[in-house]
């Protein structure tokens, strides 16, 4: 008799392989349809494209559900960890509020989100309010970012002007 745990895994297993799924970016990472949002992406579909309710992408939907291998596929084809909900929340938001570490740490190494949500909340914020310690830390430990990509804020050199006598 197959126990829970195999009966789960032979579940997502399934849902991951479903290949004539026609589920849009949010609902195919939502349940999972791993060949679905390939489909997605070999058609060309923005990968930053959010629903139409929430204005959620799909990274913050994977974020959601804590699926590694769904951020990672969408982060290698151009998923934007900045990308802000209706609500200002970011994929990171979400990994630092729900204290999915690996999430977390997986977000970060694409880029580190200090942008306040409407609730005027970072995800440092989130991750200490809901007592995430080991997000607090790597968030903590995270060089600061800036809204201003580095190539637009590296200032050419000024002459130097001499000294008074």
Request: include cysteine.
């Given at each position: 008799?197959?126990?829970?745990?195999?009966?789960?895994?032979?579940?997502?297993?399934?849902?991951?392989?479903?290949?004539?799924?026609?589920?849009?970016?949010?609902?195919?990472?939502?349940?999972?349809?791993?060949?679905?949002?390939?489909?997605?992406?070999?058609?060309?579909?923005?990968?930053?494209?959010?629903?139409?309710?929430?204005?959620?992408?799909?990274?913050?939907?994977?974020?959601?559900?804590?699926?590694?291998?769904?951020?990672?596929?969408?982060?290698?084809?151009?998923?934007?960890?900045?990308?802000?909900?209706?609500?200002?929340?970011?994929?990171?938001?979400?990994?630092?509020?729900?204290?999915?570490?690996?999430?977390?740490?997986?977000?970060?190494?694409?880029?580190?989100?200090?942008?306040?949500?409407?609730?005027?909340?970072?995800?440092l914020d989130l991750a200490k309010q809901k007592r995430k310690f080991e997000c607090v830390g790597a968030l903590q430990k995270a060089p600061p970012w800036s809204?201003?990509?580095?190539?637009?804020?590296?200032?050419?050199?000024?002459?130097?002007?001499?000294?008074?006598?």
């Amino acid at each position: 008799m197959p126990s829970d745990y195999d009966i789960a895994a032979a579940r997502e297993a399934a849902r991951r392989a479903k290949a004539n799924s026609t589920s849009d970016w949010w609902t195919a990472v939502e349940k999972g349809e791993q060949t679905r949002m390939k489909q997605l992406l070999a058609d060309g579909q923005d990968v930053n494209a959010q629903d139409a309710m929430c204005e959620w992408p799909a990274l913050y939907y994977a974020a959601w559900k804590n699926r590694l291998w769904q951020a990672e596929l969408l982060l290698a084809s151009g998923a934007d960890v900045a990308l802000q909900s209706r609500e200002g929340d970011t994929a990171v938001h979400i990994a630092a509020m729900y204290g999915s570490l690996s999430m977390l740490t997986l977000m970060l190494s694409s880029k580190v989100v200090d942008s306040k949500n409407e609730r005027g909340l970072t995800p440092l914020d989130l991750a200490k309010q809901k007592r995430k310690f080991e997000c607090v830390g790597a968030l903590q430990k995270a060089p600061p970012w800036s809204a201003t990509p580095h190539h637009l804020t590296t200032r050419a050199p000024t002459a130097t002007l001499p000294s008074a006598p």
